[in-house]
């Protein structure tokens, strides 16, 4: 049972006030667990509260979420079976009240929602990948790998284009697999620096070169991909996600290295051309939150040979991708614990997406923490995909490093996505 919740401030990986929560349970047991931040966020996201106060943390400190955590949350749940996920999410939804969870914050909510389940695993004594997937969570995730930061992650310095990353998909093993992601990593730091181009790295861990084209980080990954002894679409493809709506503005799609503004329909064939001529598997946020109408555009031109990821657009919402799967808009879903704020939604909309025939990418944020709640979340879905950023800096490899344990702890249970990863097969 549920005994007492405890909350404190710390910061994340950007030196931002976040918030990490601790359950206590009746038996002395207790669990720990921390919430990542968004940069790009989109509109409909449950929101994430910040007490405003300018005198601190620029008006980002998270007091005010502690408190209601405290003394708000943790009075109702007390005495609460923690297995009981379902009840114990409904209860916190129920007490919030709004539609997007403004009340208490789903800052709030979620970290004591991921606290309940890493205590409920550890009462059950299992590992969370299996308390929350069961026996036949083994399958272990391509690592989707961030090494170009462009857009907001590097403050506009680098490229258009918010993500490029590698996906090693050839390995036969998850372990393999990142070492391949690391040594491409390595083979591109050292391309960049010939190059005179900047090896400085943005939010999520990866280079962030001024480059002039959103072309040019395509030839410079591919170029990459070789040095490193690996065969671009072979070995390693490519995803990207340009987080368009962040340069979406007056109708038209701004890209401002090459100094020009698309149309949607312009902006699908600009896509068209890249699938033509790089191994890309996968494209998340191809065009804006805004932007719902031409999304069916992009899907009747790439959905059927790429796997189209939405996340701005559908920010973790069942009611939103429901629609989005009968609208036919797209073929995959973005899964972000933060965007909806429980465990419990978190999984019904990846269930949902699945039993479409959508795929599902689990998705770190670019303001994270050591928790790596994450990895242990895409084995129980086996969403066979998620994305974590470079394979460098803490809080990102936290996670890459937890699949490792999985995988190991599996043995030979587990098995590998690989090029099955995707909702669309590797071309
Ligand atoms: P965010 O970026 O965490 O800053 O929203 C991640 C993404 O757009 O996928
Ligand atoms: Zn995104």
């Known amino acids: 049972l549920i005994e007492d919740i405890i909350a404190r401030e710390i910061l994340d990986s950007r030196g931002n006030p976040t918030v990490e929560v601790e359950v206590y349970l009746s038996n002395g047991q207790h669990a720990r667990t921390a919430v990542p931040s968004g940069a790009s966020t989109g509109s409909k996201e449950a929101v994430e509260l910040r007490d405003g106060d300018t005198l601190r943390f620029g008006g980002k400190g998270v007091r005010q979420v502690i408190q209601n955590i405290e003394e708000i949350i943790a009075p109702d749940l007390q005495d609460l079976d923690v297995r009981d996920q379902k009840s114990i999410d409904e209860t916190m939804i129920g007490l919030d009240g709004t539609d997007n969870k403004s009340k ?40 989707c790998f961030n090494v170009l930061n462009g857009g907001v992650h590097a403050h506009w310095q680098g490229a ?78 490519i995803a990207i996600d340009p987080a368009s709506s962040e340069f979406f503005k007056d109708g038209k ?41 031409n999304w069916k555009l992009l899907n009747e031109k790439l959905g059927s040979s790429i796997e189209l990821v939405g996340d701005d657009i559908f920010c973790t919402n069942p009611k939103i991708i429901a629609q989005a799967i009968e609208d036919n808009i797209a073929n995959a ?35 994270e923490t050591t928790d ?33 344990r999985i ?21």
């Open 253 to 293: 799609y701004q890209l401002r290295t090459e100094n020009r503004a698309l149309s949607s329909a312009e902006m699908v064939d600009y896509y068209a051309e890249i699938v033509r001529n790089y191994p890309v598997v996968l494209l998340e946020d191809g065009l804006a939150e805004d932007d719902w109408e």
């Open 333 to 367: 879903t973005l899964i972000k614990l933060n965007q909806i704020g429980t465990v419990t939604e978190t999984i019904a909309a990846t269930r949902l997406a699945q039993f479409h025939g959508w795929g599902a990418f689990v998705s770190h944020r670019s303001g």
């Open 160 to 237: 258009d284009f918010q993500e490029c990353m590698l996906v090693p998909y050839g390995a036969d093993s998850f372990r393999e697999s990142l070492r391949w992601g690391a040594e491409i990593y390595h083979a591109l730091q050292a391309l960049l620096l010939e190059k005179h181009l900047s090896v400085g790295v943005g939010d999520e861990g990866g280079f962030a070169p001024a480059v002039d084209s959103n072309h040019e980080s395509y030839d410079l990954l591919v170029e990459a991909i070789r040095r490193a002894g690996f065969e671009p679409g072979k070995d390693c493809g």
């Open 407 to 427: 995988e190991e702890e599996l043995g030979t249970a587990a098995s590998f996505a690989g090029k099955k990863a995707f909702v669309r097969p590797v071309r």
């Open 104 to 143: 208490l914050g789903a800052n709030a909510i979620l970290g004591v929602s991921m606290a309940c389940a890493r205590a409920a695993a550890d009462y059950c004594d299992l590992p969370l990948y299996a308390y929350l997937g069961g026996p036949g969570a083994t399958r272990l995730p391509v690592p």
């Open 372 to 404: 790596d709640f994450i990895a242990d979340l895409t084995v129980a879905l086996d969403t066979g995909h998620l994305k974590s950023g470079a394979p460098a800096r803490g809080e990102r490899v936290a996670k890459y490093n937890q699949l490792l």
